[in-house]
Antibody
């Protein structure tokens, strides 16, 4: 059974930094593209970033480009999101999600429960 | 960026009746190399993460009841729930994975009338 468990969400001040983690199990982690998707309180889903199976390519939403960095560690079966220059509008529940197929990126078939990031002074 | 627009924003349907949600993309998500539409539908119930229902615009994910169906091509897509059940109350999102940044529609809230 696929399991994705996010951690690292806390309350942080504007301008601060934070690293989110996602521990993956139940599948061959280094075969799949992985994603971060966020959801502000009471709002819809916003795709944030993806990293391909071997970490050689990464893509970002315009709203986070230059501030967030996605990475993965296959030895730890873990996905990360380094967040810097945080803004109040980054406040959201951050989900880790697995791509359905490999190597071509498609739909997101497994999701974690999310970790809450609150940016507030 | 591809903009995804869903309609309506909310929908109330009687139990056992049909529910139809529309999704329009600002450009085609039909991939010419394989004739596949790079469009997915997700269901999100309160307090839960999203769940994949449909991919390639019309292929049901394993385990999804056959009352859920997807149709459309190019820029116009539809999610249909053929006979609404109480457990189908949720917010539904379409998403394109044709090009980055992958984008979601704003969501459609489906309720019981």
């Amino acid at each position: 059974e696929v399991q994705l468990v996010e951690s690292g969400g806390v309350v942080v001040q504007p301008g601060g930094s934070l690293r989110l983690s996602c521990a993956a199990s139940g599948f061959t982690f280094n075969d799949y593209t992985m994603h971060w998707v966020r959801q502000a309180p009471g709002r819809g889903l916003e795709w944030v970033s993806l990293i391909n199976w071997d970490g050689s390519s990464a893509y970002y939403a315009d709203s986070v480009k230059g501030r967030f960095t996605i990475s993965r560690d296959t030895s730890k079966n873990s996905l990360y999101l380094q967040m810097s220059s945080l803004k109040t509008e980054d406040t959201a529940l951050y989900y880790c999600a697995k791509d359905r197929t490999t190597p071509v990126s498609t739909a997101l078939d497994s999701w974690g429960q999310g970790t809450l990031v609150t940016v507030s002074s | 960026d591809i903009v995804m627009t869903q309609s309506p924003d909310s929908l109330a349907v009687s139990l056992g009746e049909r529910a139809t949600i529309n999704c329009k993309s600002s450009q085609s998500v039909l991939h010419s190399s394989n004739n596949e539409n790079y469009l997915a539908w997700y269901q999100q119930k309160p307090g839960q993460p999203p769940k994949l229902l449909i991919y390639r615009a019309s292929t049901r994910e394993s385990g999804v009841p056959d009352r859920f169906s997807g149709s459309g091509s190019g820029t116009d897509f539809t999610l249909t729930v053929s006979s609404l059940q109480a457990e189908d109350v949720a917010v539904y999102y379409c998403q394109q994975y044709y090009s980055t940044p992958y984008t979601f529609g704003q969501g459609t809230k489906l309720e019981i009338k």
